[in-house]
């Protein structure tokens, strides 16, 4: 996998990684959730890891759909 694959896979899943993350912001407050029982969350490291918590299952999924992509042979008479 070349750099240009790597940053098809990157670059829409960051896109999706800050549209989840603002949907987020807007929707829930950390200072509510309690993170594994009693434990509360601040602001700061909620929104930090739920962000990149998006970015890799966007990630994923980009890099599964160019895993399962056709392979387009270049022609070798260029």
């Not at 990684?17 to 434990?39: E, K, R, T």
């Not at 930090?48 to 599964?64: D, K, N, R, Y």
């Amino acid at each position: 996998m070349g750099l240009k694959s790597l940053m098809w896979i990157l670059w829409p899943s960051f896109l999706a990684a800050a549209i989840g993350s603002g949907v987020v912001f807007a929707l829930i407050d950390p200072l509510d959730v309690a993170v594994m029982g009693y434990v509360p969350s601040g602001r700061v490291g909620f929104y930090t890891v739920s962000f990149f918590l998006f970015w890799a299952m966007a990630g994923a999924a980009s890099a599964l759909t160019a895993y399962l992509m056709p392979k387009v042979e270049e022609d070798q008479d260029l």
